[in-house]
């Protein structure tokens, strides 16, 4: 059984830097696209940023272009969401999803598989 857990992450600080990562476990023998993902109470799960598990190819979403970086460790499967010059509309819920697609995509409906979640506040 496929699994996603996401670590990392804190207090949202505007110009810092947090990393998240996301560990997946129990694969099959094709590379899944990863994406992260993150939701604002009240409002849309927005795509934050996704890595085509085909050949590499990444795409943000524009709120982050820019300032976020994903990349994959393939020999531990995880994805990391390198964030950077943070700002006032980035603390939110982040979430880690795959799928297997031809294309990667931000959009939500086209992953079934999620991890929990993980929360970075906004610094007080």
């Known amino acids: 059984q496929v699994r996603l857990v996401e670590t990392g992450g804190g207090l949202v600080q505007p110009g810092g830097s947090l990393t998240l990562s996301c560990a997946a476990s129990?694969?099959?023998?094709?590379?899944?696209?990863i994406a992260w993902f993150r939701q604002i109470p009240g409002k849309e799960r927005e795509g934050v940023a996704v890595?085509?598990?085909?050949?590499?190819?990444?795409y943000y979403g524009d709120s982050v272009k820019g300032r976020f970086t994903i990349s994959k460790d393939n020999a531990e499967n995880i994805v990391n969401l390198q964030m950077n010059d943070l700002i006032p509309d980035d603390p939110a819920v982040y979430y880690c999803?795959?799928?297997?697609?031809?294309?990667?995509?931000?959009?939500?409906?086209?992953?079934?598989?999620w991890g929990q979640g993980t929360q970075l506040p906004v610094s007080s």
């Open positions: 890595i085509s598990g085909t050949d590499g190819s990444t």
């Open positions: 999803a795959f799928d297997y697609m031809a294309s990667p995509s931000l959009l939500e409906h086209w992953y079934d598989n």
């Open positions: 129990g694969f099959t023998s094709k590379s899944p696209t």
